[in-house]
Nanobody, 125 residues
Framework: QVQLVESGGGLVQAGGSLRLSCAAS????????MAWFRQAPGKEREFVTA????????QYADFVKGRFTISREIAKNTVSLQMTSLNTDDTAVYYC??????????????????WGQGTQVTVSS
């Protein structure tokens, strides 16, 4: 079992920055791909970014490239998402997810077994 708790969401003006954190617990956390997804009102959940278990390989959705950075600290069991140059389209609930053991980076949410409760990010114009 892996438990995930997100924090760091809030209200920010367009052009601003936020840092989300995901605290993980469970014996297999360090062996799993970790990812962030988001879901805006009335829209489907979409992939944002993922990082492999070593932390050396990352994948980003095109709409966040150059603006968002994912990182992980295995010793602290945390995954972070640094978000810069935020715009109103980034408004959504952001979810941390732990990937299925044995699978590599993927934007497919079906390959993620554990999810946090989500944290709201609201970007005002």
């Amino acid at each position: 079992q892996v438990q995930l708790v997100e924090s760091g969401g809030g209200l920010v003006q367009a052009g601003g920055s936020l840092r989300l954190s995901c605290a993980a617990s469970g014996p297999t956390f360090s062996s799993r791909v970790m990812a962030w997804f988001r879901q805006a009102p009335g829209k489907e959940r979409e992939f944002v970014t993922a990082i492999n278990w070593r932390g050396g390989v990352t994948q980003y959705a095109d709409f966040v490239k150059g603006r968002f950075t994912i990182s992980r600290e295995i010793a602290k069991n945390t995954v972070s998402l640094q978000m810069t140059s935020l715009n109103t389209d980034d408004t959504a609930v952001y979810y941390c997810a732990a990937g299925r053991l044995g699978y590599d980076l993927t934007p497919s949410f079906q390959r993620y077994d554990y999810w946090g409760q989500g944290t709201q990010v609201t970007v005002s114009s």
